[in-house]
């Protein structure tokens, strides 16, 4: 398939970001291509959010998450919750420290794929077409 085709296969994203302007500019983009977006403001409303797509019959294909939320639940503590309750969870974490640990070790906390912000638009497709491939 092409990477074109892939990244433009449409799927039910789960957006974790505590910014607004985040939030707004992800679901446009991940909308030009396509996509289904669920917004959550941290990793708590995320899990819950997951919880009930899967009880709904309707998972998520993807979750994005920031690594950090500032007073709530940041992506690494996060993916272990939503890994407990689906070991297949394809998780992908943003950071605006692109220096931390976790963006270059990512595999290491449970995440399939990192992405630093602020990312160009053709970055965010070559990490959906590796995820929902």
Known sequence: MEEQETAN???K????DDEEMFQKVMTSQLAYLGHET???SDGGEAVEQ???AMAA???FDLVIMDLTIPGGIGGKEAVGMLLDLDPQAKVVVSSGYSDDPIISNYTDYGFMAAI?????F???KEVLSQALS
């Open 9 to 11: 296969r449409p799927g």
């Open 13 to 16: 994203i789960l957006i974790m």
């Open 38 to 40: 669920v917004i959550a």
């Open 50 to 52: 997951y919880k009930k």
């Open 57 to 59: 019959g309707d998972p």
């Open 116 to 120: 630093a912000k602020p990312f160009k």
């Open 122 to 124: 053709q970055e965010l």
